[in-house]
């Protein structure tokens, strides 16, 4: 801890006195992947603001992992993107559990008015939540009571929701239950991915953070905000790899959805077989789906129910309830993806079937 002193001079009579700047609030950030840089982001900028009434006063984020593609142990996109703009390391803190004593300690030290968290990844416990003056509010990525849980968007989409959306929220013990300051709902087309809506909401959760702000530091946000409705909630479980597979007994927009839904990770994928009708050779192989659309037309013959086909630069998947997907990108392991004509044409004839 760093103590300074003051020490005050006698002004001339001649020159007149200058009140003092408002002390800001301190504000504490809790956040971890790259769409969480966004409302960080967001937050600088409205906290340099000349009318600003708050500061961020710290970053709170998981701890540094193994990413580029193992290689190296790096801090998280929000504790990077805060060293970039000078925030000081000492700042920036990575506890294993939120509810570690030290760091608990550490926080009641900053004195924050107000926590705010985006995609952060750690349960918060009471003994952080009875910290902060104003409580502790969260960007949800759908419209509360809707999708609470770890994947709301993906399951969203894997469910073929039309309409989805971001909701401001106080934080309470119970997972995603605390009462709404804001929402705003959006249109969701059947093309958009999960990483895009993921990032898109998150913008516009900013946005509601940003606006919402002084009336949750003045106290008017507690008594504004809506309880929601817990007969309608939903849950979003966290996705699992074993989800990843498809079965092409399922009807194609099933297929599609879950295919932008998992877009990213764990992704989608499927077992193929390649037929060389020249030697008899049957090669199995795991193809990773990444860009589909349903088919509008299927025109399965009998017997060929299992045969993959290539029709206008898409691989046409047969599928349940006699539906088809068209594929339209694919990645082979350990290769980068290529759109279908160029997976179709390095087969040189040899015939897929599907799994």
Known sequence: MILRRFICYNASSTVPSIAPSPKKKPLIFLG???????????????????????????????????????????????????LDKGLPSDLIFSPEKA??????????????????TAAYGNILPTKFLNIPV?????????LLPLYRGAAPVQRALQDGVTE???????????????????????????????????SFLFSEGSKLLIRELPSIFDGSATSKAVPQDDSKATLAPKLAQDEAWLSFDQEAFVLHNKVRAFAGWPGTRAKVVILDDKSGQENELELKIITTRVCQASENRDGE???????????????????????????????????????????????????
């Open 99 to 116: 509810g570690d004593e030290a760091f608990l300690s550490t926080l009641r030290d900053l004195q924050p008015e107000l926590c705010v």
């Open 134 to 142: 104003h409580g502790t509010v969260n960007i949800h990525p759908s």
């Open 305 to 355: 129910q299992d045969y993959v086909t290539f029709k206008k630069g898409s691989l046409v998947f047969p599928c349940g309830g006699g539906t088809a997907l068209e594929v339209l990108e694919v990645q082979l392991p350990g290769k980068k993806a290529i759109n279908a004509a160029a997976f179709w044409n390095g087969l040189r004839g040899q015939r897929l079937k599907k799994l």
């Open 32 to 82: 971890s992947p790259q769409v969480s840089v966004t409302v960080l982001e967001a937050l600088f900028d409205a906290s340099a603001s000349p009318n600003s009434s708050f500061k961020v006063a710290g970053i709170v984020t998981q701890p540094p992992s193994r990413r580029d593609r193992g290689r190296r142990v790096l801090p998280s996109p929000v504790a990077q993107y805060a």
């Open 164 to 198: 989805t959306g971001v909701s401001l929220a106080f934080t309470v013990r119970k997972l995603d239950a605390g009462p709404v300051i804001a929402s705003k709902s959006i249109q969701v087309d059947d093309i958009i991915k999960a990483p895009e809506l993921l």
